[in-house]
């Protein structure tokens, strides 16, 4: 089945500890991107990647990195998390060119920052 | 990037038919059309995207005026499971297109 896999489904974690959350996907897409969704603020784009090692910022990138050593995993790492990065966080991948391809998003990572 | 306007909130009885309008009066002749939904507790969807031509799928309808300054989604008949935020989202060629701005949707509500 294609599909996104994002890992932990739920995370809360302390200021300033260092975490990972993982994205994988099985349709050799080229594209992948992750958004967090905040309550009236919508869904923002955080980080894109076009292809493996190619990677640039979204809209709301601080605070937040990336890395992509394989066409299939994308992980969002967050080296000192703070509370105001409390959020639903999605991870998506399309094919290439979204002006014409579908994005497929994964089930989301709800995490908490204390 | 050119907006799109829908309706905060839309209700819909059970195995009728339901029209989610959007309006994008500044719309470019490049930009694409898409639609995404996002069901309670999940990912956005895609549902369907268009250019010019109305477009059928298996899951929608998709009609785009003929000046494109607005569009249609059409739910031929609305199950419990259709309710979820429906997003309009104009979507850009001419260059690598890498994001999707996503506004407040409408909120569909599909009554038994």
């Known amino acids: 089945e294609a599909q996104v896999t994002q890992n932990p489904r739920y995370l809360i974690t302390v200021t300033g500890k260092k975490l990972t959350v993982t994205c994988s996907q099985n349709m050799n897409h080229e594209y992948m991107s992750w958004y967090r969704q905040d309550p009236g603020l919508g869904l923002r784009q955080i980080y894109y990647?076009?292809?493996?090692?190619?990677?640039d910022k979204g809209d709301v990138p601080e605070g937040y990195k990336v890395s992509r050593k394989e066409k299939r995993n994308f992980p969002l790492i967050l080296e000192s998390p703070s509370p105001n990065q409390t959020s639903l966080y999605f991870c998506?991948?399309?094919?290439?060119?979204?002006?014409?391809?579908?994005?497929?998003f994964g089930q989301g990572t709800r995490l908490t920052v204390v | 990037d050119a907006k799109t306007t829908q309706p905060n909130s839309m209700e819909s009885n059970e195995e009728e038919p339901v029209h989610l309008p959007c309006n994008h009066s500044t719309i470019s002749g490049t930009d694409y059309i898409h639609w995404y939904r996002q069901l309670p507790s999940q990912g956005p969807e895609y549902v369907i995207h268009g250019l010019t031509s109305n477009v059928n799928n298996r899951m929608a309808s998709l009609a785009i005026a003929e000046d494109r300054k607005s569009s249609t989604l059409i739910l031929h008949r609305a199950t419990l499971r259709d309710a979820a935020v429906y997003y309009c989202?104009?979507?850009?060629?001419?260059?690598?297109?890498?994001?999707?701005?996503f506004g407040k949707g409408t909120l569909l509500t599909v009554n038994p």
């Open positions: 989202i104009l979507s850009p060629t001419g260059g690598s297109n890498y994001k999707l701005t």
């Open positions: 990647s076009m292809n493996v090692e190619v990677t």
């Open positions: 998506a991948s399309s094919p290439y060119d979204l002006s014409r391809a579908e994005a497929f």
